[in-house]
């Protein structure tokens, strides 16, 4: 429209120019007709374009119909857009009145209330709102508690008669509880009656439900059913979700620095926490028959402990949890949380239990993964797979392994080789079958340097293992009562039961409704170097991708770092704000002879530098056990951990010499000539020299002076 | 005489004993005892108990947490001849809530090297004496070191 102003504007004098001239012609011409010679000529405007009437009233014509034409566009266009606008106010005002026109719909088809209709999301439409509640009471299953809550900002919006309602009725809440039959005769027949009386059963419900609950969320479910019925207090100041050894760790460390802390956890295992690395190594070695229930295990040195952490009388109740003196950890089994409010500091639990927080901390862990070619092969062979972490995998594997006559794992990794060792163990007592199979080239493939790879591949093979290596499953069938799996090289495998051992998916349900980050290069919720995701929020343990200020971003799956982030997470919680900075470590067993303690990144596709010495008989983890005085040999690290590193020197060994080239020594993992990484390997109780060089983080021109740090021929 | 092999990207040195005799000239950096990052041991910087030691397994955290701080807490601080012989009655007050809970601290005398080596740490003169409240204090420390089911491994 401007445009066309503004063409005008300039166009104007030249059509009121062209048309002076086309008038003069036409004067003219008219005059001259009169006379004889033109005496006197045609006075030719300079604007004017030369030539006459005819291209005049052609010029006239092109710019007339070009105004008229931009004129056209831009009605058009306006018009266009204005239809557009209205369009979308129809469209958005028409939204509640769609679901307000089903509304309405079911009620009045006063259908058996025991039937439970798909819950309809409630409008914010004031009459549909009441009838919503009612629909709650006729529906016992879970979606219709959305109304009440989505019910309450309209509820409120209703004034007087919720206020008049809410004061008489408020006894009355647990009566409208979600139970499918008492409610489900009244409410056909309050159906029927005027909307005004139908108001007060309903208001007095999302009424009761408003107190309990101080937030007005629509999202949120109602949590008024659940307190009444579970007596779970609603408010915890620490929520820790997951109950693996980070969680632990962190409810440990909350209560060592907040005195009289409360700290819930909240699980869905039916256990208290436990420790994961027994559960494929010394319970395997254990003489007790009845060791699968009593999961206790003899150490090295004879000492005996359980998996768990503490034993149940350490927690108390978590009904308990508000009014204990001077707090304490309640753990809630069983229970899975499926929902988390960030902006209201709250979640929702399976049971539509809501439970509001002050801080929490994320300690999910992760699910084992399993192989794409077991999951479609069907029932019955997924029925012979198992996907080994918990401890009912380990009761039902041990079973298992007393049955059937060939067990073969999937993997070379850590979690794989360690059970091949312990399976192995056991198939020197019976004729039980162990084999393993995985795609690289040697166990442990991916973290060892292939000499060593191909060393412990050895070791392992010599535990009763058959190894099967630079195997790529194609399939798994189900044949005759046994399973059947074919390589991608063409060989066939026959065995009775499977274990994939082949990685973990970190467990990051929770950060859709959280809105929480995910990592995409190594999977887990993303979170800083303070372990923190959100305001409130922290990550610990196998789900946490974190900022390691010295390594960089990485995500750790090993217990130590369990306990180390979930510690850190605890001070964080309780306001230390410190990053993660003690470096932790992990160690493996492959059987009585091959042991190492590592710390840092250990990929073996960095270059490394390995130092090694010959071993003798005392280089084993057997000995190191014994020599140190404790149990595991984490247990040992504990203890250094609060003293200043010193390499511990014993009287030198008189023991028998191995014939084997890598005995002990230590191996450095470089990445741009830094070390970020080493393994001890059959060399024990120096890890706090490790963790220095890996802090100081130094470019170190010779690193056998590096090694002599370790004094690895010592003890 | 040590000997070293290159297997691609990964070199190998075989040392002997001798090879490594002579004193290491790699040079780590120096520690700074005040750095706030770093992970302290039973006694921080600043002379408090660090409650959150792996040492202490989870004695302060439990359910007898808040009075083992207080009895160890007053220890600590003791400045008397014969060191915390005015704290007997924070002492018998954790002892107290030990026996409510027997699962968690066993009742046994049993020393152990670590809950010593804490004790010695706390630069307090290690007293072997039969004062009712080292003892204890060494005792409840000690059966945590030892519990089997109060320790958790691995710092």
Redesign the interface.
């Known amino acids: 429209m401007l445009k066309c102003r503004t063409v005008w504007r300039t166009l104007a004098p030249l059509a009121r120019t062209s048309s002076t001239v086309c008038r003069q012609n036409a004067r003219r011409a008219g005059l001259n007709n009169g006379r004889l010679p033109a005496c006197v000529p045609a006075a030719h405007m300079s604007t004017a374009p030369a030539g006459g009437g005819r291209e005049n009233q052609l010029y006239v014509l092109l710019v007339g119909a070009t105004c008229v034409g931009g004129a056209i566009y831009a009605y058009r266009t306006v018009k266009g857009d204005s239809q557009r606008y209205q369009d979308r106010i129809d469209e958005i005002s028409s939204r509640p009145l769609k679901t307000f026109t089903e509304e309405p719909a079911t009620p009045t088809q006063s259908e058996p209330p025991a039937a439970p209709s798909p819950a309809e999301p409630s409008p914010p439409a004031p009459d549909a709102e009441i009838l919503a509640p009612i629909e709650t009471a006729d529906l016992p299953s879970e979606p219709p508690a959305a109304e009440p809550a989505e019910a309450r900002p309209g509820v409120v919006a209703e004034d007087e008669p919720v206020i008049e309602a809410s004061p008489e009725e408020a006894a009355e809440p647990p009566v409208v509880e979600p139970e499918p039959s008492p409610p489900s005769e009244p409410t056909p027949a309050e159906l029927t009656e005027p909307v005004a009386d139908s108001e007060s059963p309903a208001a007095e419900s999302a009424a009761a439900a408003k107190p309990a609950e101080p937030q007005l969320e629509a999202v949120t479910e109602s949590g008024d059913a659940s307190p009444a019925s579970h007596k779970v207090s609603s408010h915890t100041p620490y929520l820790l979700i997951g109950g693996g050894t980070a969680s632990?760790?962190a409810?440990?460390?909350?209560?060592?620095?907040d005195?009289?802390a409360r700290v819930l956890i909240v699980t869905d295992e039916l256990v208290p926490p436990y420790?994961r690395p027994p559960l494929s190594k010394e319970l395997w070695f254990s003489d007790d028959p009845s060791v699968t229930e009593t999961l206790?295990f003899k150490q090295w040195n004879g000492?005996?402990?359980?998996i768990?952490?503490?034993?149940p009388?350490?927690y108390?109740n978590a009904e308990e949890l508000g009014s204990a003196e001077?707090g304490?950890?309640a753990v809630l089994t069983g229970k899975k949380v499926v929902h988390m409010d960030v902006r209201g500091n709250k979640i929702k639990l399976d049971d539509d239990t809501e439970i509001s927080y002050d801080k929490c901390l994320i300690a999910t862990g992760g699910v084992p993964r399993n192989l794409q070619v077991i999951e479609r092969a069907g029932e019955e062979v997924m029925k012979r797979t198992t996907l080994f972490r918990k401890v009912e995998d380990f009761k039902s594997l041990d079973k298992v392994s007393r049955n059937v006559k060939s067990i073969t794992i999937i993997g070379g990794g850590f979690l794989g080789s360690e059970l091949a060792c312990a399976l192995g163990r056991r198939s020197t007592e019976s004729d039980l079958e162990v084999i393993q199979m995985y795609p690289e080239k040697g166990n442990m493939g991916k973290v060892l340097?292939?000499?060593l790879s191909n060393w412990t591949t050895e070791k392992v093979k010599k535990e009763g293992v058959k190894i099967i290596s630079e195997a790529l499953v194609k399939s798994v069938v189900s044949k005759d009562d046994k399973l059947e799996i074919q390589l991608k090289d063409g060989r066939l495998v026959k065995t009775d039961h499977i274990v994939a051992a082949v990685g973990l998916e970190p467990n990051v349900d929770l950060a859709k409704s959280a809105g929480l980050e995910v990592d995409s290069d190594f999977g887990g919720f993303r979170v800083n170097a303070e372990l923190q995701a959100r305001s409130n929020i922290w990550v610990a343990g196998d789900a946490a991708c974190f900022y390691d200020i010295r390594l960089g971003r990485r995500r750790v799956e090993h217990?130590?770092h369990a306990?180390?982030s979930g510690?850190l997470a605890?001070?964080n919680m309780t306001g230390a704000n410190?990053?993660y900075?003690?470096q932790?470590?992990f160690w493996s067993d492959l059987g009585p002879d091959v042991g190492y303690e590592a710390i840092g990144i250990v990929d073996s596709s960095l270059?490394?530098?390995?130092?090694?010495?010959k071993a003798t008989a005392k280089d084993t983890p057997k000995a190191a056990t014994e020599e140190s005085?404790t149990?595991?040999r984490?247990?040992s690290?504990?203890?250094h951990?609060?003293?200043?590193p010193v390499a511990s020197s014993a009287p030198s060994p008189t023991g028998v010499q191995h014939k084997d080239?890598y005995g002990k020594g230590v191996i450095f993992y470089l990445r741009d000539k830094v070390v970020v990484g080493i393994i001890l390997w059959n060399v024990f109780n120096r890890m706090p020299i490790a963790r220095?060089?890996i802090k100081?983080g130094?470019e170190?021109a010779?690193?056998?002076?590096?090694?002599?740090?370790f004094?690895?021929?010592d003890d | 005489m040590s000997y070293c092999k290159q297997e691609g990207k990964d070199r190998i040195i075989f040392v002997t004993k001798e090879d490594h005799e002579a004193p290491s000239n790699a040079e780590l950096i120096a520690d700074d005892p005040n750095d706030p990052y770093e992970e302290h041991g039973l006694i921080l910087p600043n002379g408090d108990v660090n409650w959150n030691c792996p040492c202490l397994g989870g004695m302060a955290s439990g359910p007898c947490g808040s009075q083992f701080k207080e009895a160890f807490s007053c220890f600590h601080y003791s400045k008397e001849e014969v060191k915390g012989s005015e704290c007997i009655d924070h002492f018998r007050d954790m002892q107290e809530c030990m026996q409510r809970y027997p699962e968690l601290y066993p009742q046994d005398d049993e020393t152990d090297s670590s809950s010593q080596e804490a004790e010695s740490r706390s630069a307090l003169p290690t007293e072997k004496d039969s004062t009712a409240a080292t003892s204890t204090a060494e005792a409840a420390v000690s059966a945590d070191g030892t519990s089997p089911t109060d320790e958790q491994t691995a710092s």
């Open positions: 632990f760790a409810a440990r460390s909350i209560r060592a620095r005195p009289g420790m206790r000492k005996e402990r359980s768990y952490f503490q034993p009388s350490f108390i001077n304490g950890v340097p292939e000499y217990h130590d306990v180390v510690r605890g001070e410190k990053p900075w003690h932790s470590m270059p490394t530098v390995g130092v090694f010495a005085g149990g595991i984490s247990e690290e504990t203890e951990t609060a003293s200043s080239e220095k060089i100081d130094e170190h010779d690193l056998n002076e590096v090694a002599k740090l004094n690895i021929h």
